[in-house]
C-alpha cells in the first residue's frame, strides 16, 4: 500500500538535527529537540482517510457489541450450559454478556488511541521544568507582607489572644474524636464469657452434637474422631444462632491420654476427651483442621497451628494465646456436660482481655 | 393317652426321646446362635482369609508384621476393620511408595476380588468398621430425595468437612507438606469409608456422631457438587482467593503493564498506518 506514495514521505533518517551537535566540543550539550517529523497521516490524504475509517469501524464494533449485549440478555435463557474450548462448561449467558460488554468497551478504547496516535494534531508542545520554589523577589515579598501582617494584628503582644486563639485550635480536633464513640458501645463482659456460663457444677450444660441435635456419651467419641458441640439449649431457630454459636462452638477429639502431654488439660478432659473452643486466638476463624495422627489443629486463615495434645499450645504462626479448653465430665446417665465456662475469653485478644 | 402311655415301656421309647431332644437342641442353636460367628464358620468366608493371609505376608507385612501386628514402619491393623482395608487398597494408598505422613492416591495394583481377600484377612484379626454396602452409601435415584439429600449433605459437609476439602470439595493444604485430597471422581463407597475409618490424618466420622444417613447425605452433596456446571469459565481450581488472587495480580495486572508498556514505547504518533 505504501510504496507508491513514499516520495511524499520525509526522509526515514534526517541528518540536519541530533546527530552533528553532540560531536564537537562538550560532549554532554543539550541536543535540542528532535526534529519534527509529520506522520504518514498528515501528508497523505488517503491514509488519513483510511485510519478514520478504522476508527470509525472500531466504533460502529463497539455499537454492535452493544446491540449484542442487549440482544443476548433478551435472549439467552439464564440456565443453559454451554461447552467452550479452554473454559469448559460455562454459562452461555455469562459468557454472552462478558464477552460483548469487553469487546464494547475494548473497540471505543483502541479506537480512541487510534484516533488520536493517527489524526488528532501532533503538534509537540514542550515543557520546560523549572525549580519548584518561587524567586527569591517574590519570596522576600512574602516574608515582608507576613511579618507585616503579625505586627499589625498585635499577636506576639495580645497574649489572651494568642492563647485562646490556640486552645479553640487545639480543642476542636476533639468534636471528632467525640464522633469514634459511634464505634461503641464497649464489648463490656460480653467477650468474657460464652454461653457456657450457664453451666455451673450443681446445673451442668449438656454437650449437644451440631449434626445430629443430640446429647452424647463418652463412648460416642472414639479415638481418631473429630466432632463438634454446642450448649444444650441452643437452636440454630434461634434468633442469635449465629452470633453465640460464634463464642460456644466446640471441637471434640479423644486422644489416648497417655499421649497427652499437658497434665492440666488432660485434667480438665474427660477419660482423654478434651473440648476445645472452635475460635482461633489470631483474629477469630473456626478452626478445625485437625489432624487425627499428630494432633494438629490447623486455622485455614493465616496457618496458626495449635497442638491439642499439649494443651493447645501455638506451635506455629500469629496465634497469641493456646485454644481456651472446657472442663468436661459425665452426669449421671452418661451424658458429656460441663459445669463451668472457660476458664478465659474465646477468640481474639482484645485490650481489656485479663492475660 | 392310654395309647402313649401303654408304650410307655416299649423298648425303643429311649431312643425317640433322644432323638427328640437332640432335634431340639440342635433347632435352638440353629435359632439363636449368633450370626457372625456361623458365617466365620463358612468355608467361603475362612477361604477368603486365607487367601487374603497370603496376599497380606506377600504385600503388606514388611510394614504392618506377619500377624498385622504393626511395626515401627507400619500401624498396627488389628482392629481396623473392613472398611479401612478396602479404602486404603482400593484408591491404591496402599501399598504405600514410602513411609510419610501424606499417603497420596495412586493407581490401584488389587483386583477388587483380592481386596475383598485382604479386607477378609485384616477383619478376622479383630472387629472393626465392615465395607459398607451400596444401599448405605448411593445416594437416593429420586430425584426429590437426592435433592433433599444434597440439601442436608451441603450442611454437614460444611459443618465438617470444608474446613479441610474446601467448600466444593476440591482439597486444601495442611501443616508441614500434607493435605486433604480432591473429591473430584472419588468413588461414592470411598467417600463413605474414609468418613467412616478416618484414613491417614483425617479425623474419623462414627456413626455415634455422624450416623449412617447422614454420610450417605454428604457423599450425595459431593456427587452433586462433582456434576455442578460452572457458571462462570476458568474456575482456577476453585481453591477460592489464593488462586483467583494470583491469577489477577500475574495476569490481569500483567497485561495491563504490558499494554501501558507498549503504549508507551510507540509514542502518541504513529509513524505507519
Ligand atoms: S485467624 Fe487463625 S491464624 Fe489468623
Known amino acids: 500500500m505504501s510504496h507508491d506514495m513514499s516520495e511524499n514521505l520525509p526522509e526515514a533518517h534526517d541528518a540536519s538535527h541530533g546527530t552533528d551537535v553532540a560531536t564537537h566540543g562538550d560532549p554532554f550539550a543539550d541536543p535540542g529537540l528532535p526534529a519534527h517529523e509529520p506522520r504518514r497521516t498528515d501528508i497523505d490524504e488517503r491514509a488519513a482517510q483510511r485510519a478514520e475509517r478504522q476508527v470509525s469501524l472500531m ?16 435472549s439467552i435463557d439464564a440456565d443453559k450450559i454451554v461447552y467452550i474450548f479452554p473454559l469448559g462448561h460455562v454459562s452461555a449467558l455469562n459468557f454472552a454478556l462478558g464477552m460483548t460488554l469487553g469487546v464494547a468497551l475494548f473497540c471505543i478504547g483502541a479506537g480512541a488511541v487510534h484516533w488520536a496516535r493517527t489524526l488528532m494534531s501532533d503538534h509537540e508542545l514542550p515543557a520546560e521544568r523549572h525549580p519548584i520554589e518561587a524567586d527569591d523577589d517574590v519570596r522576600n515579598d512574602v516574608i515582608e507582607q507576613f ?30 474524636v467525640v464522633l469514634l464513640r459511634d464505634l461503641g458501645p464497649l464489648p463490656e463482659k460480653k467477650l468474657l464469657h460464652t454461653g457456657w456460663v450457664e453451666a455451673e457444677p450443681s446445673k451442668p450444660l449438656r454437650l449437644v452434637n451440631m449434626n445430629t441435635d443430640q446429647p452424647m456419651k463418652a463412648e460416642d467419641i472414639v479415638q481418631g474422631s473429630l466432632t463438634f458441640a454446642k450448649p444444650e439449649g441452643l437452636e440454630e431457630s434461634d434468633e442469635d444462632f449465629q452470633q453465640q454459636i460464634a463464642k460456644d462452638a466446640l471441637m471434640l477429639v479423644r486422644i489416648a491420654p497417655e499421649d497427652i502431654k499437658d497434665a492440666k488439660s488432660r485434667d480438665k478432659g474427660f477419660e482423654g476427651i478434651l473440648a476445645y473452643s472452635k475460635i482461633c486466638t489470631h483474629v477469630g476463624c473456626p478452626i478445625s483442621l485437625y489432624e487425627q495422627q499428630t494432633h494438629h489443629a490447623l486455622c485455614p486463615c493465616h496457618q496458626s497451628t495449635f497442638d491439642l495434645a499439649d494443651g493447645a499450645r501455638v506451635i506455629f504462626g500469629p496465634a497469641g494465646h493456646p485454644l481456651p479448653q472446657l472442663k468436661i465430665t459425665t452426669d449421671e446417665q452418661g451424658f458429656l456436660v460441663a459445669t463451668g465456662d472457660f476458664d478465659e475469653p474465646v477468640g481474639p485478644s482484645y485490650w481489656e482481655r485479663p492475660r | 393317652m392310654k395309647k402313649l402311655s401303654a408304650r410307655r415301656r416299649h423298648p425303643l421309647a429311649a431312643v425317640v426321646v433322644l432323638l427328640l431332644a437332640l432335634a431340639a437342641t440342635g433347632g435352638l442353636y440353629a435359632a439363636f446362635a449368633p450370626a457372625e460367628k456361623a458365617q466365620a464358620d463358612s468355608s467361603a468366608q475362612s477361604l477368603a482369609i486365607d487367601e487374603g493371609r497370603k496376599l497380606f505376608a506377600v504385600g503388606c507385612s514388611s510394614c504392618h508384621g506377619l500377624n498385622g501386628q504393626g511395626t515401627s514402619d507400619g500401624p498396627s491393623l488389628v482392629g481396623v476393620g473392613s472398611a479401612a482395608v478396602d479404602f486404603q487398597v482400593g484408591t491404591g494408598r496402599m501399598p504405600a511408595q514410602q513411609p510419610g505422613a501424606q499417603v497420596p492416591r495412586k493407581k490401584v495394583i488389587y483386583t477388587q476380588a483380592e481386596t475383598d481377600q485382604l479386607a477378609a484377612f485384616v477383619a478376622s484379626l479383630g472387629p472393626g468398621p465392615v465395607t459398607p454396602d451400596s444401599k448405605q452409601y448411593e445416594p437416593s435415584s429420586d430425584p426429590v430425595t437426592n435433592a433433599e439429600q444434597v440439601a442436608k449433605g451441603g450442611e454437614l459437609f460444611r459443618t465438617n468437612c470444608a474446613q479441610c476439602h474446601n467448600f466444593n470439595g476440591k482439597g486444601g493444604a495442611l501443616t508441614n507438606g500434607k493435605y486433604a485430597p480432591s473429591l473430584e471422581g472419588v468413588d461414592s463407597k470411598h467417600i463413605y469409608e474414609a468418613m467412616q475409618t478416618g484414613p491417614q490424618n483425617m479425623p474419623s466420622f462414627p456413626d455415634t456422631t455422624m450416623p449412617e444417613e447422614q454420610k450417605r447425605e454428604i457423599v450425595a452433596f459431593v456427587r452433586s457438587t462433582n456434576d455442578e456446571p460452572n457458571p462462570g469459565g476458568l474456575t482456577l481450581g476453585s481453591l477460592g482467593p489464593v488462586t483467583e488472587g494470583l491469577f489477577g495480580w500475574i495476569f490481569g495486572l500483567g497485561t495491563l503493564i504490558l499494554v501501558a508498556i507498549w503504549v508507551a514505547a510507540h509514542t502518541t504518533k504513529a509513524k505507519k498506518s
Open chain 1, 147 to 176: 511579618k507585616t501582617g503579625a505586627a499589625e494584628s498585635g499577636f506576639g503582644r495580645r497574649k489572651l489572644i494568642r492563647n485562646t486563639l490556640f486552645g479553640s485550635l487545639a480543642l476542636v480536633p476533639l468534636s471528632g
Open chain 1, 59 to 74: 466504533f460502529v464494533v463497539s455499537m454492535l457489541a452493544t446491540v449484542g449485549f442487549i440482544a443476548s440478555y433478551a
